[in-house]
T-cell receptor
Framework: DTEVTQTPKHLVMGMTNKKSLKCEQH?????MYWYKQKAKKPPELMFV???????INESVPSRFSPECPNSSLLNLHLHALQPEDSALYLC????????????????FGPGTRLLVL | AQTVTQSQPEMSVQEAETVTLSCTYD???????LFWYKQPPSRQMILVIR??????QNATENRFSVNFQKAAKSFSLKISDSQLGDTAMYFC??????????????FGKGTLLTVNP
């Protein structure tokens, strides 16, 4: 099973709102990722968690706050977003590096389409 | 730093025909992996095929195959017997090989493939 699930599928929020995106996987992966994708562009890496600890933060503004409560769940807390933050937010997971290309392959969820008004 | 170039922003092909998508990359690494991901309109990004740089044999997955030319740093994707469901954005991606914090996928800008009936 190579399924990564994300909720909600769509989200509309005002610039003063607080919301959260959720991601879940049950593949035993210990690396989880958040990406931002604008229309017709490749995904841009935001954060990486490895063994539930933040491993990479690609200089993302603090209005995005990631959280990894356990090995299966990944959250992205949103606060005071700007209209330019409207995008598709993708979650992905993989085994941690060092185990070869098959296990290090990243599997993506369907994404949350976010609109900030 | 690695770069991935997809020189064809858009392509089209007739159903049942064969099409080749181009990808070149630049790296000083000797151990790395290459991937093709497919993202249908408003749908999930899925792995199409992967290739280990140390393997001379080109990877194949059913109707999908690659032409991996390591010296030329070229990694093209051939789709045989194109189907309407192959309509999607195709991303070529690079990942450093095992060892170190190689969580990062470097994506090309993508090629939008349309399969016409």
């Amino acid at each position: 099973d190579t399924e990564v699930t994300q909720t909600p599928k769509h989200l509309v929020m005002g610039m003063t709102n607080k919301k959260s995106l959720k991601c879940e996987q049950h593949m035993g992966h210990r690396a989880m990722y958040w990406y931002k994708q604008k229309a017709k562009k490749p995904p841009e890496l935001m954060f990486v968690y490895s063994y539930e600890k933040l491993s990479i933060n690609e200089s993302v503004p603090s209005r995005f706050s990631p959280e990894c409560p356990n090995s299966s769940l990944l959250n992205l807390h949103l606060h005071a977003l700007q209209p330019e933050d409207s995008a598709l937010y993708l979650c992905a997971s993989s085994h941690v590096p060092g185990q070869g290309p098959v296990k290090e392959t990243q599997y993506f969820g369907p994404g949350t389409r976010l609109l900030v008004l | 730093a690695q770069t991935v170039t997809q020189s064809q922003p858009e392509m089209s092909v007739q159903e049942a025909e064969t099409v080749t998508l181009s990808c070149t990359y630049d790296t000083s690494e000797n151990n790395y992996y290459l991937f093709w991901y497919k993202q249908p309109p408003s749908r999930q990004m899925i792995l199409v095929i992967r290739q280990e740089a140390y393997k001379q044999q080109n990877a194949t997955e059913n109707r999908f195959s690659v032409n991996f030319q390591k010296a030329a740093k070229s990694f093209s994707l051939k789709i045989s017997d194109s189907q309407l469901g192959d309509t999607a954005m195709y991303f070529c991606a690079f990942m450093r090989g095992s060892g170190g914090s190689n969580y990062k996928l470097t994506f090309g800008k993508g090629t939008l493939l349309t399969v016409n009936p």
